[in-house]
């Protein structure tokens, strides 16, 4: 089975432009999670989706934005880029089987889109 | 808060020996699931091992197991038998709650250098 894809994996932007990053997780996984990682914060929630609802977000301002399309697949979106938002962006996926009552299933995460903002 | 305290920032360890990993936690919750995750220097996120606290066995995978002393809320890794390979950052996670639905609360990493 194919793991986590990200795209595109290396990005280079400059201030003020906006990004649009992708996710396609593992074949029948239904959840994705977005976290940014970063030396000096380390590894953030930004989002998760899952049945193309935002069930959960983090404390990020609301420049950072996503969605999720009905095959699961993800896009997370920066708009007005600060030099802040530097960062490797981590994209994960996990199954959620209908009848689980677990409101957690283990992530598998992808490869990372490194974003450099000029 | 939900807090996750990894106190090694570094640590190096040689070939085919053995080393312990700590991460203590803090949550009010009684239900949560525990992870260690690797990072090579590729940065891919790995998964490790897991953890559900309501289990009181600890989990083991292949040479990697944990300590999990849920009334100490101590969660620490053990890496048998070294191999260069396992040469990363290693990341202590847990996530908690319906309404946290996948939102893993990670450490701040421990870099973890095997020497041959």
């Known amino acids: 089975k194919a793991g986590v894809t990200q795209t595109p994996r290396y990005l280079i932007k400059t201030r003020g432009q906006q990004v649009t990053l992708s996710c396609s997780p593992i074949s029948g996984h239904r959840s994705v999670s977005w976290y940014q990682q970063t030396p000096g914060q380390g590894l953030q929630f930004l989002f998760e989706?899952?049945?193309?609802?935002?069930?959960n977000k983090g404390n990020f301002p609301g420049r950072f934005s996503g969605r999720q399309f009905s095959n699961s697949r993800s896009e997370m979106n920066v708009s007005t880029l600060e030099l802040g938002d530097s960062a490797l962006y981590l994209c994960?996926?996990?199954?959620?089987?209908?009848?689980?009552?677990?409101?957690?299933?283990?992530?598998?995460f992808g490869p990372g889109t490194r974003l450099t903002v000029l | 808060a939900q807090t996750v305290t990894q106190s090694q920032p570094e640590m190096s360890v040689q070939e085919a020996e053995t080393v312990t990993l700590s991460c203590t936690y803090d949550t009010s919750e009684s239900n949560y699931y525990l992870f260690w995750y690797k990072q090579p220097p590729s940065r891919q996120m790995i998964l490790v091992i897991r953890q559900e606290a309501y289990k009181q066995q600890n989990a083991t995978e292949n040479r990697f197991s944990v300590n999990f002393q849920k009334a100490a809320k101590s969660f620490s890794l053990k890496i048998s038998d070294s191999q260069l390979g396992d040469t990363a950052m290693y990341f202590c996670a847990f996530v908690y709650g319906s309404s946290n639905t996948g939102k893993l609360i990670f450490g701040q990493g421990t870099t973890l250098q095997v020497k041959p």
């Open positions: 989706y899952f049945s193309e609802t935002q069930r």
């Open positions: 994960a996926s996990s199954f959620y089987p209908k009848t689980s009552g677990s409101f957690t299933d283990t992530q598998y």
